[in-house]
């Protein structure tokens, strides 16, 4: 599946206040299922020694899917498309690893 099908097709289920003019929404959303993936990794380390099995990466999936939900939902209220903010991201990595700073803080380094 190409990231603008995902995208589109995920928009169709967007049932929030206000959607196509609120980042609150999204964002806060973002925020809370990526929480959720890293309450996994954090009980892994705490309940399986950090072992991971079948059954973690099934969870974990579906966490990221919920993650992928509301990155396109954010990206759409920005009028950005997922494959923009993808070849964007591959080109700034690109670029810093060719200029060695892939490591250190910064947005624009």
């Excluded at 973002?30 to 959720?36: C, D, I, R």
Aim: no cysteine.
């Amino acid at each position: 599946m190409l990231l603008n099908d995902y995208q589109q097709q995920s928009r169709q289920t967007a049932r929030y206040p206000d959607a196509g003019n609120n980042l609150i929404y999204p964002t806060l959303g973002l925020t809370g299922e990526a929480g959720e993936v890293a309450d996994k990794v954090k009980k892994l380390i705490r309940d399986s020694e950090g072992v991971v099995d079948e059954r973690f990466t099934e969870d974990v999936a579906l966490e990221l899917g919920d993650v992928l939900w509301y990155v396109a939902q954010l990206a759409t209220e920005l009028g950005l498309s997922l494959e923009e903010v993808a070849s964007a991201n591959l080109s700034k990595l690109k670029s810093r690893s060719q200029r060695g700073t892939l490591q250190g803080e910064g947005d624009h380094r």
